[in-house]
């Protein structure tokens, strides 16, 4: 079967740092996503990761440990606008399976 | 550039009546997913276009769903008749083509309530 799974919810303060992990078991694999998602709007491309190891865009950084099915995302200098769902997605055969998300608040 | 648009944004329907959801996808994408969220679970794929043609709709839940996507442009995707069961928000997405790893964008999607 398929399968993703990751935290259901999550609080840090503001300008601190929290990571959201993310297991999978999925058949094919072409990628790992990293999408936010405000409430009500669209989800918003954050990381990709094919290859294992650690993408890093600003204050997100993304790791991917394909023989663990694991991967990562590290939010440094939280803000209060980083307060969203947090949707990791594994890409197979041309379209995303994803997991459930991870509800953010971030607290000053 | 235009991001994915879909129309309506909100739709309440009573149970037996038919809903037509709209997507224009960022110009110039041939490829073209619909995915659905109901209440508590996480966004699961119904289908994927490649211009006109249906590349996979494996996720479709019954035939009571119809996706079309005439020109290769925009898609449509009617409930016909609806059930309690079809209500939660329907996301579509786009890219340019298929190649693995292509970032898919999203639209806001339509939040569809069967009473």
């Known amino acids: 079967g398929q399968n993703i799974d990751q935290p259901t919810e999550m609080t840090a303060t503001e300008g601190a740092i929290v990571q959201i992990n993310c297991t999978y078991q999925t058949s094919g694999f072409n990628g790992l996503f990293w999408y936010q998602q405000h409430a009500g709007e669209a989800p918003t491309f954050l990381s990709y990761n094919v290859l294992d190891g650690l993408e890093e865009k600003g204050r997100f950084s993304s790791f991917l440990s394909r023989s663990k099915g694991y991967s990562y995302l590290l939010l440094k200098e939280l803000q209060m606008k980083d307060s969203a769902s947090y949707l990791c997605?594994?890409?197979?055969?041309?379209?995303?399976?994803f997991g459930a998300g991870t509800r953010l608040a971030v607290h000053p | 550039e235009a991001g994915v648009t879909q129309f309506p944004s909100h739709s309440v329907i009573e149970k037996g009546q038919t809903v037509t959801l709209r997507c224009d996808p960022i110009s110039g994408h041939d490829n073209l997913y619909w995915y659905r969220r109901v209440m508590g679970k996480e966004i699961k794929f119904l289908l994927h276009?490649?211009?006109?043609?249906?590349?996979?709709e494996s996720g479709m839940p019954n035939n009571r769903f119809l996706a079309e996507r005439t020109g290769g442009t925009y898609s449509t995707l009617k409930v016909q008749p609806a059930e309690l069961e079809d209500s939660g928000v329907y996301f579509c997405a786009s890219n340019p083509r298929i190649r693995g790893g292509e970032t898919q964008y999203f639209g806001p999607g339509t939040r569809l309530l069967v009473l």
């Open positions: 997605a594994v890409e197979g055969y041309n379209k995303l399976i």
């Open positions: 276009f490649v211009k006109e043609s249906k590349q996979d």
